[in-house]
């Protein structure tokens, strides 16, 4: 679990690859690792938040969420959503 959530198997080689080099010098991959995966969980927080809001949005239909329309005109400009709705 951990290794297929974390690396891909090519980077489960590069880690492989350096250790046999260097013992410690997976760490620098290992460390790129850990700033890739808490940018996922950030953007997995606001996915979250996002759809949290539109399950509570008090508007029948989401579309007619004001909150909802600015978040949609924002990723069609390019924003990311954590960045539109931040949790």
Known sequence: LLLRDAFTLDEIRRLMAARSKSPRSWRELARRKL????QRIEEAQAARFAIEHALECPYE???????????????????????????
């Open 61 to 87: 239909d989401i579309v007619d969420c004001p909150s909802f329309q600015k978040i949609v005109l924002l990723r069609l400009a390019g924003k990311p959503l954590e960045d539109v709705h931040p949790a």
């Open 35 to 38: 700033v890739e995966l808490d």
